[in-house]
């Protein structure tokens, strides 16, 4: 167990609407990143969290936004659901230092996210 | 763009016997590296990492290779248990960390 806590475990969306995900960081860290995976490939890279900032993004639409807050935990939200965007959803925590990088990334169980 | 990727999408292995897993990356300015395990309806489990400035890297039964010269890693799984059998993932990562480029991943199948 990585201590990284997602929710809800599973959900079922109709395309055009919109949800939120949420995840809990392991306790002390403060970075928070978020993936897509689709079923039988890689993580693909969202965003990344830092500071409750965006701190790096990957080749995702706008429609895909995110928070974190100031107890490091973080939301996915994202609107206009379409078919494609069913997928796994990972986010990983990290400390990030300001003189180093993070690196290590432990991945919470994800939530499974079904778009009809 | 960049992209992390896999020799082979499946491997079989004898319990007992030893495992290694292959992977190529392609960015040149990648300067940490990771390797992944995913079970059924899990994410992505931690299991070793390795910096630019090693070349190999030891844990528990696991030991990563890091070949920069032909932009090559490798996960070796000794003894391999039907414990190990799940997807593996390497994963890149360039200076300051945001971006983890994932490979497509490898399963591994352990045959009793």
């Known amino acids: 167990e990585t201590g990284v806590t997602q929710s809800p475990t599973h959900l079922i969306k109709t395309r055009g609407q919109q949800v939120t995900l949420r995840c809990s960081s392991q306790?002390?860290?403060?970075?928070v990143s978020w993936y897509q995976q689709a079923l039988g490939q890689g993580p693909q890279f969202i965003f990344q969290y830092y500071r409750e900032e965006e701190n790096g993004r990957g080749n995702f639409p706008p429609r895909f936004s995110g928070l974190q807050f100031p107890n490091y935990s973080s939301e996915l939200n994202v609107n206009a659901l379409e078919l494609d965007d069913s997928a796994l959803y990972l986010c990983?925590?990290?400390?990030?230092?300001?003189?180093?990088?993070?690196?290590?990334?432990?991945f919470g169980p994800g939530t499974r996210l079904t778009v009809t | 763009g960049e992209s992390v990727g896999l020799h082979l999408p499946t491997l079989s292995v004898q319990e007992g016997d030893n495992s290694i897993i292959n992977c190529a990356y392609s960015n040149s300015a990648s300067d940490y590296f990771i390797w992944y395990k995913q079970e059924s309806g899990k994410g992505p489990q931690f299991i070793i990492d390795i910096r630019s400035n090693m070349d190999k890297r030891q844990g528990q039964r696991v030991t990563v290779l890091l070949n920069k010269t032909v932009k090559h890693l490798s996960l070796q799984i000794a003894a391999t248990q039907p414990g190990d059998s799940a997807v593996y993932f390497c994963a890149e990562t360039s200076p300051y960390g945001q971006n983890f480029v994932f490979g497509p991943g490898t399963r591994l199948s352990v045959l009793p």
């Open positions: 306790s002390g860290h403060n970075t």
């Open positions: 990983a925590s990290s400390l990030k230092l300001d003189s180093d990088s993070s690196y290590e990334q432990y």
